[in-house]
């Protein structure tokens, strides 16, 4: 039977969830859907379309159909000013209750715009579990796209099963992640406490892994080579077909311009300081320190990383968040440690926000501090760095476990609490002390940063045509093609 051109084109709507770590990587999915010939909408509200526009609208004039959908975020309904509609917006956990009731409040909205824009296809973020049963009433395959590891999905897939840890006297004693052929072990306190224990959120966290069973099939951006056995483990437990398409980041991020502005809504200056010194630094000499889009750490962590980064002898880049070295009387520890390092040529503090992917591909930079966030993970991996890893929150004790015992290209900071990131202690848990030494090991270590520099040149060839995961993102597109086709075809043979 024939069909007639236009219906051919696919069309695939995104749905990402407004926070850096999950959106990042969700929007450059879908530009690379575009560049594949897919018709691509992006479903979102004015305030985070912000940090994307511009390389959409970059796309679109290059050829690629794809745009962006704007639905409003209820900001008088839940009492935010205009604007705060993302979750790092968030400065207290009373103001995340309010993004997130604001978000949950958008399923209407989006419901209406899918059944508007009638897709062949809806790819929807984990966080966003109704999208399951929605896309099965109106029709259409939904994609799960999880934005993680598959070693941290299989990992609280089977402790959530198991519970190993019930069996425990004790929150510091060992258990082995149940399922694993390689001996992993963990402590019940490392676990998020959702898992732990249970609390008014578990419910939430089961129904988003719940509807992830019920999908179509799951995105991940990550890709064979790094977790060939957890992709295989995860395609035998959780039985859904799954595609492995990444470091989705390194496919669409080719230039200085893009790297700058990337999920962030300023524009980086020209004349910059600190990539003046950045520039004039020997090779693989200074580390970055980062703990992603959310955490905030106490004060006094931060004078003990301070001492730590001094002491080790490193040269260093650090980002810090706006007030988050202050007291309850608004001083400041950061200004004089900042302005000695810069009089001695050591380090800089960049505040709030940093351009990580232009600085982590930077050949100066050696390693990185990182709270283990997937996304800085792969991007630290693209650039070839080892890892002090240093989890804070959700599922990043998993990914330091990934990175320090799989991989061996991570140095535990050694951190033994899982706390969710807006209710952080008021205590430093790491010294200064072994901050220095993890440093030194790192920045010495000959052996961890050839292991990431293999890793880097296998995710450069996975994502290259011809490439695992260009492979797999052909195959997902056709497939949705026939899906298609089909749908088609026994819509004309009911008529
Ligand atoms: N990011 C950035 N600059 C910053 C902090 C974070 O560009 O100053 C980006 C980082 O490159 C990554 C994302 O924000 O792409 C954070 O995601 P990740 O999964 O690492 O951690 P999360 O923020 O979700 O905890």
């Known amino acids: 039977m024939e069909i007639d051109s236009q219906n051919q084109q696919l069309n695939v709507t995104f749905l990402p969830y407004p926070t850096p770590g999950h959106m990042i990587p969700m929007i450059y999915t879908a530009r690379i859907f575009a ?103 109106i029709g259409v395959p939904r994609i799960y796209f999880y934005s993680s590891s598959y070693f941290s999905r299989c990992a609280s897939y089977f402790i959530q099963k198991h519970r190993p840890h019930d069996k425990l006297v004790s929150n510091t004693e060992k258990f082995s992640i149940p399922g694993f052929q390689e001996n992993i072990e963990m402590m019940p306190m490392q676990l998020a406490e959702w898992i732990r224990t249970k609390t008014n959120y578990s419910c939430y ?106 002491n080790s002898g490193h040269n260093f880049i650090w980002v810090v968040r706006n007030k988050e070295d202050e007291n309850e009387n608004g001083e400041s520890f950061m200004k004089g440690f900042e302005h000695r390092m810069k009089e001695n040529r050591k380090g800089y503090i960049l505040w709030n926000w940093a351009p990580q992917v232009l600085i982590l591909d930077h050949p100066a930079i050696g390693g990185i501090v990182t709270h283990c966030g997937w996304n800085s993970i792969l991007e630290s991996l693209n650039s070839g760095l080892p890892m002090i890893t240093w989890p804070m929150f959700a599922e990043q004790f998993y990914n330091e476990k990934l990175l320090v015992d799989v ?43 050839s292991r990431a520099k293999r890793l880097g040149d296998a995710a450069k060839k996975a994502i290259e045509e011809g490439g695992s995961s260009y492979n797999n993102l052909i195959k997902l597109i056709d497939e949705l093609k026939l899906l298609k086709k089909t749908r088609e075809v026994s819509k004309k043979q009911i008529t």
């Open 35 to 137: 560049k594949h010939g897919v018709n691509v909408t992006i479903i979102t509200t004015k305030s985070n379309a912000l940090s994307f526009q511009k390389s959409i609208d970059k796309d679109f004039n290059y050829g690629y159909s794809i745009r962006t959908c704007l639905i409003q975020f209820p900001a008088a309904q839940v009492n935010l000013p205009d604007g705060v509609e993302n979750i790092k917006d968030a400065t207290s956990v009373e103001i995340m209750g309010q993004i997130s009731h604001g978000i949950a409040l958008l399923q209407d909205q989006i419901e209406f715009v899918i059944q508007d824009l009638l897709p062949d296809c809806i790819v929807t973020d984990m966080c966003y579990p109704w999208t399951a049963e929605f896309a099965a009433k």
């Open 205 to 310: 966290f089961e129904a988003m892994f719940e509807s992830e069973g019920k999908s179509y099939g799951s995105l991940y951006n990550s890709f064979h080579e790094l977790e060939s056995d957890y992709e295989k483990l995860y395609k035998s437990t959780i039985g859904i077909k799954t595609w492995s398409i990444g470091p989705v980041a390194m496919l669409v991020n080719k230039d200085d311009g893009e790297k700058a502005n990337r999920g962030h809504n300023e524009e980086l200056e020209k004349e910059l300081e600190w990539l003046n010194w950045l520039n004039s630094q020997q090779d693989d000499s200074v580390l970055y320190v980062c703990f992603g889009s959310l955490a905030r750490l106490p004060r006094a962590q931060l004078v003990e990383i301070a001492h730590g980064l001094e």
């Open 407 to 449: 991989l061996k290209i991570g140095i535990s900071i050694g951190v033994k609490e899982n706390k969710f990131f807006m209710s952080m202690s008021e205590e430093a848990t790491i010294t200064r002390d072994e901050i220095a030494n993890a440093v030194k090991i790192l920045m010495e270590s000959g052996e961890m940063r």
